[in-house]
């Protein structure tokens, strides 16, 4: 997607710096974070190439169910045909530009704009088009019904997350994850995610954060602050427990040698068949840029999806997967399911304060960009340097 033209000469900075050495380097500007403007340009220039995830598919589990989205201002629409088909459509009447669908649920019939009641099926197609052509002249062959549906956007579901690439010129979704399969791989086995299954009951939980979403991807990518900001976590998965990652194009983030929540809540859930005996206690952390933060575990899995509302305003999103249907719906395993979640839960809220206090301190201009720890910070320089890339990529800088 292009960017708008104002966006042109927007002052970027020190992108050539946070592309230098990690023990060089700066960190992006206060402006990357703070600037409204820029914010608006990051969605058309940067993630707007990009597979970027929208939401879930357990959002619109049932046949010609719809969920409206805001993804960075842009109205769009996750909506299920009667034959149970997951599509992504522009939420906006081909007419004159109405908002048609405002609220999540099903729909009965047909899909009607509010405005001058064109109508539209869980296809997308336009099906109605009310006095077109005049009083009681609701077709005209002046105008071509199936040229004026509703505008689909490039989509693809994985591990349960709906994703859209907005400028559909972004590589196919399998080549851009595959190096995360395949490092996955001898954990998962052959049967990949697929084993995994949502809970309906303690599987889900979201939170609005006062921060720039990207501060929410360079938290998550390092250990460093487990000791200040996670007291609980670090006394069973320390500091010390965990090892950097960085790999591909756009993953990084963090391992642990020493998961343990099984113990320290009394958890007990099926794990996955194939993960080995020895590597029982390993978990990764895993941000797979721009803005999804993946986790698993022996006995689980999450994925966080972030949704920026603003240039300091963040949605997130996480969802908890299960090994099994049971695991994930059997009331036997419903009080396990329920710790993992409010384990979960207590930690991520630990991290508002943190990249809350992060973004009140981007209004200073006594910071700019920061430095980085040569040896705990590489991931969160990796993703530094993939954001400045794509930055310069787009010569919409200064």
């Known amino acids: ?5 104002e966006a042109k000469h927007f002052p970027i900075i020190q992108l050539e710096t946070v592309l230098k050495p990690i023990d060089q380097a700066t960190g992006l500007g206060n402006k990357f974070y703070t600037d409204d403007q820029y914010f608006k340009t990051e969605r058309d220039a940067v993630l707007g190439n990009e597979w970027v995830c929208i939401g879930f598919e357990s959002d619109v589990s049932r046949k010609s169910s719809v969920k409206p989205i805001d993804f ?7 909506m299920r045909n009667r034959e149970g088909v997951l599509q992504v459509f522009h939420n906006v009447c081909s007419h004159r530009g109405m908002k048609l669908v405002h609220e999540a649920g099903d729909i009965q019939g047909v899909i009607r704009c509010q405005y001058h009641s064109w109508t539209y099926d869980t296809n997308g197609a336009l099906k109605g088009t009310p006095h077109v052509g005049g009083i009681n002249q609701h077709k005209d062959e002046r105008f071509a019904c199936e040229k004026h549906g509703l505008k689909a956007l490039r989509s693809h579901v994985w591990m349960g997350m709906v994703f859209v690439n907005l400028s559909g010129t972004a590589p196919e979704f399998d080549e851009v994850i595959k190096p995360l399969t395949d490092r996955w791989q001898p954990f998962l086995g052959g049967d990949g995610l697929s084993q995994i299954n949502v809970s309906p009951d303690s599987g889900a939980w979201s939170v609005e954060v006062g921060c720039n979403w990207k501060l929410a991807v360079e938290n998550y990518c390092e250990a460093y602050h487990l000791p200040w900001v996670h007291p609980s976590l670090n006394s069973y998965s320390r500091l010390e427990d965990h090892y950097n990652i960085a790999f591909g194009e756009q993953f990084a983030g963090q391992g642990s040698y020493a998961y343990n929540l099984a113990d320290v809540e009394g958890t007990s859930l099926p794990t996955f068949p194939a993960w080995p005996a020895d590597r029982m206690r390993n978990a990764e952390y895993v941000a797979f840029f721009p803005n999804v933060l993946l986790g698993i575990q022996a006995d689980h899995a999450f994925a966080m999806m972030l949704q920026p509302l603003s240039a300091n305003r963040t949605v997130e999103h996480l969802r908890l997967f299960f090994v099994g249907k049971e695991a994930a719906q059997d009331a036997n395993f419903a009080a396990s399911r329920q710790a993992v ?4 839960r207590v930690v991520f809220s630990e991290d508002i304060g943190a990249v809350e206090g992060m973004q009140a301190g981007r209004q200073s201009p006594g910071f700019q960009g920061g430095v980085f720890s ?3 910070d ?6 530094h340097q993939w954001m400045a890339r794509k930055v310069l990529a787009t010569g919409r800088h200064g």
């Open 1 to 5: 997607m292009n960017a708008p033209a």
């Open 72 to 78: 960075m201002g842009l109205p769009l629409l996750m």
């Open 341 to 344: 979640l409010n384990a979960w």
């Open 374 to 376: 040569p040896e705990m």
């Open 378 to 383: 590489a991931p969160t320089h990796y993703f």
